[in-house]
């Protein structure tokens, strides 16, 4: 099967384009399968990866690279069409992670079966004839329709024979997000959920005895670890319980790279109803301030399954730890999630990373309908925290109410100190680490104000990022507005309910700030119309889809990183290191 691996072991790529269409290839994949890897045109998939292995690893894909190009040379073979390897299950519809290796096959596109045969020593006249695919034996027929099919296994063949419009059956399977996904996509992956059941179930099974094992060592410290496994284990529940079918696609078109993740559920579950969500967490970005930044996030929560949704999971956190609703930030969940419509958080960027600068640009819109309850709940989670220990930490939170007017809005003033225990062991570290954060205050400190549709809060008492919150919070033409925002959105699906932006160019020019304070000279030049990177999580007749895009500027940026002659400190062979 090394003639499959070709094809399918390269996940990234620098340059590809979109599909249009569900590829030809799954016409002729069956329904009841376990798995499936395609390529959507194998041709322009080898010259981009060969392009990426230039840029980041020349010298060591020739050979690799030689194979594949010799594979796609072969006479009959049509390089620039789709192919794709199929998993099936067993005869009881899933894989056994204790059993033997499951059957598969390749669907191979030809231009002349008969010339592909030939060149590869089998005999075209057999309906199956035996051919050297690498060097290794390999069992091929004709499906007719520009496609054979490829096994080492001669009785596996016979379950690709006689598939054919099947392509509308997997746009069914995989739902409107995978759909969606795959179309773009220039390598996807398709997965029967409840065909691999049990391997997810052992996987969590191994996964929690790990944990359980690290959390007695850990003691107290190790509860924690617990809450996650169990959290987890709910996830797996839901998703062998719920799931039908997943993707996992790569594509890039001339805006940068695209990975996406999608997972179909079942029609009238509970997961296939939040699934069904509207949403657009875009509009909550318009209520930040348009500045300079390391990363941004929205999260819309105006329907009701997913408000819903995130009261069960606080209660759900709340049952694993009551203590925990104190210590979970500035905030009581449950109300919280009882009251807030949505959010939007902005990391700007700061004079400096240490010393008390990291927060001098951080804040957070918050959505609400009755803006005052909320202010006062906010109010009442900061109280809470005054006078707790926990971990060797004592919190000492005040909060003055009317404060100060800033931009014609009446604001408090809160802060609050963290003083390490100096007889607790597991304390010490912070003491050396509070100062480097938070500077000489040992904690955090900032400004709330309920405004019409929400409240802001910041991270530090700084009255001009309060002033340009509120204006932004009135107006709504705030960093949703900005252009490089807007192109990042634009990568994005319909029905988004969370976003996360980072700003690379900005957090490589801090990093790089922080170098040559220690002597450390990076050459590498950041483009000043650099987009940044974009996450976003969206819900579509019943389907999830996480969507990750890597624009061409970093991408740029990253080969750049890779390619630094030694210079400054940089010893030869090396990248930058920090």
């Known amino acids: 099967m090394r003639t499959t691996l070709c094809m399918t072991m390269p996940v990234f790529v620098l340059a590809m384009h979109a599909r249009a269409d569900l590829p030809e290839v799954l016409d002729r994949v069956p329904e009841q399968v376990a798995a499936v890897v395609g390529v959507t045109n194998m041709e322009q998939f080898h010259a981009d990866i060969k392009s990426l292995g230039e840029a980041f690893a020349e010298g060591e894909i020739a050979q690799p690279m030689a194979m594949v190009e010799m594979f796609l040379s072969t006479p009959g073979l049509n390089p620039g069409g789709s192919a794709a390897l199929v998993v099936l299950p067993g005869e009881d519809g899933i894989v056994d992670p204790a059993g033997a290796e499951p059957d598969m096959f390749v669907l191979l596109p030809v231009s002349s079966y008969d010339a592909m045969v030939e060149a590869l020593g089998g005999d075209a006249a057999e309906k199956v004839t035996s051919v050297d695919m690498g060097g290794e034996q390999m069992f091929v027929t004709n499906l007719g329709g520009g496609f054979c099919a490829a096994s080492p296994d001669q009785d596996t063949l016979a379950k690709a024979v006689g598939i054919d419009g099947r392509r509308n059956t997997h746009a069914r399977l995989v739902g409107t997000v995978g759909q969606r996904a795959i179309e773009q996509a220039d390598l996807f992956v398709e997965v029967n959920i409840p065909a691999f059941a049990p391997a997810i179930h052992e996987g969590m099974e191994e996964f929690r005895s790990n944990i359980e094992m690290i959390a007695m060592m850990a003691g107290e410290q190790g509860q924690g670890l617990m809450q996650m496994a169990d959290l987890a284990t709910r996830l797996e529940e839901t998703l062998t319980r719920d799931g039908r079918f997943a993707t996992l696609s790569l594509g890039v078109d001339e805006s940068g790279l695209v990975l996406d993740a999608t997972c179909q559920f079942r029609e009238g579950s509970e997961a296939a109803k939040l699934a069904s969500v509207q949403a657009d967490a875009s509009l909550l970005l318009d209520r930040v301030p348009d500045m300079p930044y390391l990363f941004a996030t929205a999260f819309d929560m105006s329907s009701p399954e997913l408000r819903q949704w995130m009261r069960e999971f606080a209660r759900a956190m709340m049952q694993m730890d009551p203590g925990q609703q104190q210590m979970f930030g500035f905030m009581n969940m449950g109300e919280i999630f009882e009251l807030q419509n949505g959010s939007a958080f902005v990391m700007g960027n700061p004079p400096s990373l240490m010393m008390g600068g990291l927060f001098h640009s951080a804040l957070e819109y918050k959505a609400a309908s009755d803006p005052g309850k909320m202010l006062e709940v906010t109010r009442q989670s900061l109280s809470k925290l005054d006078g707790i220990s926990q971990g060797g930490i004592t919190f000492n939170a005040t909060c003055d109410t009317s404060a100060k007017t800033i931009a014609g809005v009446t604001v408090d003033a809160w802060s609050m100190r963290m003083t390490p225990d100096p007889e607790a062991p597991e304390a010490a570290q912070m003491n050396m680490v509070l100062p480097m954060i938070f500077g000489p205050n040992m904690g955090p400190s900032g400004y709330y104000a309920a405004v019409e549709g929400g409240i802001i809060s910041t991270l530090s008492q700084n009255d001009d990022l309060m002033a340009r919150a509120i204006e932004a919070a009135r107006t709504g033409q705030g960093l949703g507005e900005n252009a490089k925002v807007r192109g990042a959105l634009a990568n994005h699906p319909d029905g988004t309910f969370a976003i996360a932006l980072i700003d690379v160019g900005t957090i490589t020019q801090q ?58 400190g940089l010893e030869e062979g090396d990248g930058p290191r920090f």
């Open 511 to 568: 990093v790089m700030q922080m170098a040559a304070m220690m002597g450390q000279q990076v050459p590498v030049e950041v483009p000043k119309d650099m987009a940044p990177v974009s996450v976003s999580l969206s819900a579509a007749d019943g389907g999830l889809e996480g969507r990750v895009h890597l624009p061409k500027s970093m991408l740029e940026l990253v080969s750049a990183w890779f390619t630094l002659e030694p210079a400054g």
